[in-house]
Each structure stands twice: as structure tokens, then as C-alpha cells.
């Protein structure tokens, strides 16, 4: 423990658990905005303010409805590996018996993904879950460090809830830790008990819960054969984040495929140093793995996650699956290929705004409801609780169903794998049916749609928001634009679960070309402001369409986008830093 207890005003006092409580006197820090994806900070902030965790969870737990409310419940704890999460779980587990919860469940070394956490939550009837992460972001005491909480569902916490955990935090004034005498033992599994059983911390597998309900989605004996045919390999990169200790078991184990198949599986406290964002920036050593110009052994199927396993890359030998074909292709194959689909069928499906347009035609053919949402996962859990989708997915990697309500990059994986065991199931060796066929044909079908997002990181926020003030301008009728330009306008959406509307959701552009860009701010950039713009132009099937060069079909698009918004004039920016 790093409390200071100089700087406090200590004192015990008996609380429900029986469990000596120190009560700490403290003040409001500024700087612990929370929003759906929790907080994020420099893990120096947290490393040189020994208050400035207890602050933020004694906020939370003031905020979920203190002791009456906490009394006799569970919570599941978690988190993606990274420095500074054992010291936080050793606080959490004290602030939780002080605060009157009565058992909690936590991942041996502090480690479960998000999706396991959102598994747990309602399997093990928990009031909810805190996720130590600041998912793909760079970590050690140099990088980020970040604390999120889940409800009840498994779902992120909405924005009622972490509106109010920052009002805590402005207001706080003290925070409890019970007094158990010394850490508890978080690296092997089993049960601490304390007050004759008041306060329990259970130390699970991270991984068995999760196991178990994957096996109950998808057709294990199935992808054992893929994994065992001569002529089928893959690679999945955990990039030494949290999914490293899942994919040992779930592909290495579990389904034969064996260590080798898996690439930086342990899980590091600063993921080796490296940046776990499963795209083709930051996960290149993959890429060229998969690139048989550069590796004649190069596997059959390649795959990344991000630091607490939410995000997922999709890769085949020498080719790349975009965010927007893969959750296009996933639903295509659903009901034939993965037996929790063949049971309940395709309900609806969503995509997020700036997500790419693939889905909307296998909605369209499969006749169900396609739901086109704003960014952010919390969208599509309000769907699914109302049973309106069962698979969706977004740009930034992210690819789930209503198995939880989380994104789930293993579940992203298995899912692929399905689709190569279902389209491989009678093929001789020799025959293998590849990702990039799959991929080929989904085009051959259905058209193809190309797209592109160019992101400017760490612009200034005031440049940033005088190049959306003249788009919204544009949107609003009272700025001009070229006449190649059909319309402009900006996002907003009406939630037909519980009707609230989100306003100011980004800026649509659509040519007369059939082209579409949008422009919209990153919620989550830690520097400054980032200005992502997507591209997106569909074209009909057609034979040579499969062979065309990406960026040579959206350059005419791409210039006229730039120049449309004045994107060099506004943000002094030449180039892009991040091209995916
Ligand atoms: C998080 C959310 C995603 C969302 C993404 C957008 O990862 O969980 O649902 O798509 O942020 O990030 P951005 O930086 O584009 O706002
Ligand atoms: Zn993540």
C-alpha cells in the first residue's frame, strides 16, 4: 500500500465486515474526468498521488449508492496485465470490504480481458466489475494507466453513471480501506476469507469461465479439424497483453493448434515495450508474418488483439480483412457456421456510423434490421437488451454479438475460424478454401466496399473544432461547397430503445460519385485533439473490381474531401500520422 497515512486524518471504525476500517480524510484532484470508457492517465499521476485511486473508487462506490446499496454484493476485478494493476487491486479489494461488499471475484495476478469480465459479471450475479486497463494504450510507469466499471449486465457503464462517479470526485472528502493486515495473495487461485466470512476475495482462473462459455457459441470438434489438417496453420499475435494467458489455452491447448501458434504470449506490465492495437501500424511483425513475399511458411490465418482483449484484426496469408468486410462476412455465415446462431437465428445487425457499409447489404439480403448507430459500444447494448441485434461491429476493430455486451476480439477470432471449418468441412488437402477466397467471394456477391480512414493525431483542439464548426456550417446551409459535393450532414441519432438522441455524432459527406466521407473528433485521444476521416465508396460486382488497388480507387475521393474541409489550412497538416 502507498496511502501516506502522515498525510491523513486517520481513523478506524467497525463497519459491517468487522474488518478494522481506516477512514482517510482527502480533497477533490482535478483531472479525473470518467466517461463510458472510464479514466485514463499517465500512470505517473497515480504512481506520485497515493489518493488519487482511492479517490476515483471511492467515488465510484459513492456513486453506485454507498453501503445500502453495495451490502452483501459481488464484484468481478480485472484487468489487461499492465504496471501499476496489482497495486491497484490490492486497494480495490480493501476499498470494497471498508465500502460493505460481501465477496470478490478477481482474476489470478489481477488478470481478466474485458470480455471475461463482462462474461463473470452476470453469470456470477455480480452488482458489477472494474476493468484495470486503458485498453491499446502504451503502458509502464511512462505510459497510461486507466480504471473502468461495468453494471450489472456485463454492458460499460452508461453516462448517468460516469457523470455522476466525476461529480463524486469534486466533492469527495474521504475514502475507506478495510485494514486486513497485509496484501492478499493474488497469484494463485483460491479463497481469502475474513470475518468469519463477511468479506471474501475468490482468486479465479482467468480464463475458465470464458472458456466454458465459448464452448457453448461455437463448434469446438469443428475447428479441431481445421486446426488439425496438414495443409491449415494460424498465428494469433497477443502482443504480451492480457490475451496471451487465453489464447495458450483456447487455441494452443484447447483447440491443438500448440504454443507456436501463438506469438508474444506472456503478458508483460508494459506489453514489452510495444503499443497492443491490433491494426496494420502497430501490429506489422504479424502483417509480414502473413505476407508470403516475406515468409514461405506464411500461415493460413492470422489474428491480434488489443491490451484487455476487446479489439480484433483479421488476417489471411497476404491479405487484410477491414473491420467492415469482417463483420459483414461473420453475419453472412452466422446461422451456417456457429451453432449459437443456428440455434437463435439472426436477429438484426448494427454498425456504427463511420463504419463502412458491407453489412447493410448482407442485412438486406438476409432480411434483417440493420441499425446504423453512433461511435461507441454502448449503442449496441441497448439493442441487444432489447433483442433487436445479434451481432454488430465498428471500424476501430471492434466485432462482437449478445453473448456479452462487450466487443470481444477471441470471440472475433473463433468466429473466423468457423467460417474456414464450415467452408473446409468436405475438402480434400490440398483444397483449402482461404481466407482471401472468402473474402473474394463476399465481393463477387455482394460488391465491394473500399474504405480508408486517415487519422491526425495531437492537432491543436481549437484548430480541430474551427474545421468541424465550418463542416457543421456546410451541414447547416449557410457555408458553400463545391458542387461535386451531393450533401453534407451531421449525425445525429434517436435510440429506438429508449428514444434519447445523441446530437453532434460527426459529419456525413456524400459525392455525386456514390462516395461517402465522414468526418468526426476521437473521443478517446489522450494529446491534444485527433481528427479521424473516413472514406468509403461502394462498387457493384464486376469481374476486374476484386483485383482494384485501394488507394488508387479513393484517391479522386480522398482530394476532394481534403479539400473540401480545408483540412491542410485548418490543422496545418500535410499528411496524416495513422493511415488504416
Ligand atoms: C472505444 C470504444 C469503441 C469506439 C472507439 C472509438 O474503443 O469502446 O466503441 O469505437 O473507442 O474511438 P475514437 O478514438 O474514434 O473516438
Ligand atoms: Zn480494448
Redesign the pocket.
Known amino acids: 500500500m502507498s496511502q501516506t497515512p502522515q498525510s491523513h486524518d486517520n481513523q478506524s471504525s467497525a463497519l459491517a465486515t468487522d474488518i478494522p476500517v481506516l477512514v482517510y480524510k482527502t480533497e477533490p484532484i482535478s483531472g479525473q474526468t470518467t466517461g463510458?470508457?472510464g479514466m485514463r492517465k499517465k500512470t505517473s499521476v497515480l504512481v506520485s498521488n497515493p489518493s488519487f485511486l482511492p479517490n476515483w473508487v471511492q467515488s465510484l462506490f459513492d456513486a453506485l449508492g454507498g453501503p445500502s446499496v453495495l451490502s452483501g454484493r459481488t464484484l468481478i476485478l480485472g484487468g489487461d496485465g499492465r504496471f501499476y494493476n496489482k497495486t491497484a487491486a490490492q486497494t480495490i479489494l480493501r476499498m470494497a470490504a471498508a465500502n460493505g461488499f460481501a465477496r470478490v471475484i478477481v482474476g489470478r495476478n489481477a488478470l481478466l480481458t474485458t470480455p471475461a469480465v463482462s462474461a463473470l459479471i452476470p453469470a456470477r450475479e455480480a452488482l458489477g466489475g472494474i476493468i484495470l486497463t486503458a485498453?491499446h494504450n502504451p503502458a509502464g510507469l511512462d505510459g497510461d494507466w486507466g480504471i473502468k466499471y461495468n453494471t450489472g449486465s456485463g454492458a460499460?457503464a452508461l453516462q448517468a453513471l460516469t457523470d455522476a462517479i466525476y461529480e463524486k470526485t469534486q466533492k469527495i472528502f474521504e475514502y475507506k480501506l478495510a485494514d486486513f493486515g497485509a496484501d492478499i495473495d493474488l497469484s494463485s487461485e483460491g479463497i481469502t476469507s475474513f470475518a468469519e466470512g463477511k468479506f471474501v476475495v475468490e482468486v479465479i482462473n482467468p480464463v475458465d469461465h470464458y472458456l466454458t462459455m465459448l464452448r457453448s457459441i461455437f463448434d469446438f470438434d469443428a475447428l479441431r479439424e481445421l486446426m488439425a489438417r496438414p495443409d491449415f496453420s494460424m498465428l494469433f499475435d497477443a502482443m504480451h497483453a492480457s490475451t496471451g494467458e487465453y489464447a495458450r489455452v483456447i487455441f494452443g491447448i484447447e483447440l491443438g493448434a500448440g504454443f507456436r501458434a501463438v506469438l508474444n504470449a506472456d503478458p508483460k506490465e508494459d506489453f514489452g515495450g510495444g503499443h497492443p492495437d491490433p491494426n496494420l501500424t502497430y501490429a506489422a511483425d504479424l502483417v509480414d508474418a502473413l505476407d508470403p513475399t516475406k515468409n514461405a511458411d506464411a500461415p493460413q490465418f492470422g489474428a491480434a488483439s488489443d491490451g484487455d482483449g476487446?479489439?480484433n484484426m483479421i488476417l489471411g496469408r497476404g491479405v487484410f480483412v477491414s473491420p467492415a468486410d469482417s463483420v459483414a462476412i461473420i453475419a453472412d455465415y452466422a446461422s451456417k457456421a456457429i451453432p449459437y446462431f443456428g440455434k437463435k437465428g439472426l436477429k438484426g445487425v448494427a454498425r456504427?456510423m463511420p463504419t463502412a457499409s458491407a453489412l447493410d447489404r448482407v442485412a438486406e439480403e438476409k432480411g434483417v434490421p440493420l441499425f446504423y448507430t453512433p461511435?461507441?459500444?454502448k449503442y449496441f447494448t441497448n439493442l441487444m437488451d432489447a433483442g433487436k441485434i445479434n451481432i454488430c461491429g465498428?471500424e476501430?476493430f471492434?466485432t462482437s454479438s449478445d453473448h456479452i455486451r462487450e466487443?470481444d476480439g477471441v470471440w472475433a477470432v473463433l468466429a473466423w475460424l468457423s467460417i474456414l471449418a464450415f467452408e473446409n468441412r468436405d475438402k480434400e488437402v490440398g483444397q483449402f478454401v482461404t481466407v482471401q477466397e472468402i473474402l473474394l467471394a463476399h465481393w463477387r456477391k455482394y460488391g465491394r466496399t473500399f474504405n480508408l480512414r486517415y487519422d491526425y493525431e495531437a492537432v491543436d483542439a481549437a484548430d480541430a473544432e474551427l474545421l468541424m464548426l465550418n463542416l457543421k456550417g456546410m451541414a447547416a446551409g449557410i457555408v458553400p461547397y463545391a458542387e461535386e459535393i451531393r450533401r453534407v450532414l451531421e449525425f445525429e441519432y434517436k435510440d429506438p430503445v429508449d428514444g434519447s438522441v445523441a446530437s453532434n455524432q460527426g459529419i456525413i459527406v456524400q459525392t455525386r460519385t456514390g462516395g461517402r466521407v465522414v468526418f468526426?473528433l476521437?473521443?478517446?485521444?489522450s494529446e491534444g485533439a485527433?481528427l479521424?476521416i473516413y472514406f468509403e465508396l461502394y462498387e457493384a460486382p464486376s469481374a476486374d473490381m476484386p483485383n482494384k488497388d485501394l488507394n488508387v480507387v479513393m484517391k479522386d475521393l480522398v482530394s476532394l474531401a481534403l479539400d473540401l474541409a480545408r483540412v491542410e489550412e485548418f490543422i496545418d497538416r500535410k499528411a496524416p500520422t495513422v493511415i488504416t
Open positions: 463510458t470508457s485498453s460499460p476487446d479489439r456504427s461511435t461507441g459500444w465498428e476501430s471492434g466487443k468526426r476521437s473521443g478517446t485521444g485527433t479521424r
